[in-house]
């Protein structure tokens, strides 16, 4: 989201200290290292003398370090007249950062006395209200339905979420689409940072400026969890935009005698931390037997509903779902455009902890069956191609062979009946290119090149 923003707004938000270190924990650890050597240092440093920093077998990761920290204009690109590229990192993260290592950073405003605020949800309370917030609103974006209670978002930002989730005909009521059934099985950060993109494009689109609901956003995430800030501290801007986040479960509202005030819960930490940190991550609920049976230690109705997505329910009791992995449960998922690969991960990551302890949290035998049968599904492919045959000359043949290859358009040729087979995206160009050789030749005789239907 923030390499396609323009150099001024990126400048923009690197004014803030928050920002910046939400930007350096989204970085791989390579990128990581540079920028923490980069700090101190004022001068250019040239891309040769930063490969030398790396083994030979690195230089794939360090290629992706560079093009990150390029693209979020962390590091700023160089020429000298001798055309030796070097880098220098942006002054105002760099400035930012260092004051931020020396001095540390302070938030705009303090947690409020509870002298005023009285007693405040505890952690646990808190957890429960934003797992409670989000999967109402995850079931509200899949089907009013299933939800047990609306939340407070209109129908008209629902539909700015189900954007790129849900099919958008005329005269028809709105279907999930191949995206849709694959963000289901992402995780919540992953999810959540899907919606917070659709909120600030939607935003933008009612004259908001994106950086100053991001800068936001990241600094929210700083705050401490399970404290208590008040509302009259916040501008215009970011009061309603609390307000939505409270109906995603990122904070808490509560109103006093006289103050009003927000409790960031655990998921307003999730937009500052790394996709890849597992620390972050929700306790799991799954259990996988080598039998294929499934069983979901849960309550949520979000979780029974993704699980019939790629297994067969058998019943549910009250705090149990037992079901089982079918080839027709995991058919009905590829069909819907799920991969193998996201039904894995999504039992991996969910795991039930006493299971999670385990080397392999699901049963190899069920993840090569599951990998088999999307195999065995996708063991023919359909290709429309158009056949080429009866060409006057072996020249001809293999000119039109050549040709096709270039343009990656040849699928097979038989040089000893001079047949071929190509894309049909390329038949057009192909016809073009015989009619020339039909010129160049010069024969008066006319050609025999015809092409069979298309199947």
Known sequence: MLAAFPTVKLDKLYESSFTCVAVLRSFPPLAKKYVLQMFFIDSPVTAKFMEEWVL?????????????????????????GRKEKSYKMNPKFQSNMQKYLVHGATLPREPMSSSITGRLP?????????????????????????????????????????????????????????YGFQFLLMETNAQLWYIVGEYIS????????????????????????????????????????????????????????????????????TPSVSLSDKSARKQGYVVVETNFKIYAYSTSKLHYEILRLFSRIEYRLPNLIAGSITKESVDNAFEKGITSEQIISYLQQN?????????????????????????????????????????????????????ARELDGLLWEDSKKTRLVVNEELHQDMQDFLRRQEVTTSKTSTSKLTPRPKF
């Open 56 to 80: 030979a077998d690195g230089y794939s990761k360090h290629r992706v370090a560079i093009d990150m920290l390029l693209q979020l204009r962390v590091f700023i690109e160089l020429n000298d």
């Open 122 to 178: 505890s952690l646990e309370e808190l957890e429960s209200y934003a797992l409670e917030q989000w999967e109402c609103f995850l079931l509200q974006l899949i089907s009013s339905a299933q939800a047990e209670r609306l939340t407070n978002f209109s129908s008209s930002m629902l539909r700015v979420f189900q954007r790129g989730l849900f099919s958008s005909r005329e005269n028809e009521a709105a279907t999930l689409i191949k």
């Open 351 to 403: 795991a039930h902890p006493r299971v999670a302890e385990k080397t392999t949290a699901v049963p190899e035998n069920v993840t090569d069956m599951i990998r088999f049968w999307e195999a065995d599904r996708n063991r023919v492919g359909i290709t429309p191609c158009h056949p080429y045959e009866d060409f006057p000359s072996k020249d001809v043949f293999e000119a039109a062979c050549d040709f």
């Open 202 to 269: 939607s935003s933008e689109d009612c004259g908001v400026d994106p950086t100053d609901l991001i800068s936001f956003l990241l600094e929210l995430s700083f705050h401490t969890m399970g404290k208590a800030y008040n509302l009259s501290t916040l501008t215009d801007v970011q009061r309603n935009a609390i307000k939505d986040l409270a109906s995603l479960g990122l904070v808490k509202l509560q109103q006093g005698r006289k103050e009003s005030w927000f409790i960031p819960t655990k998921l307003a930490t």
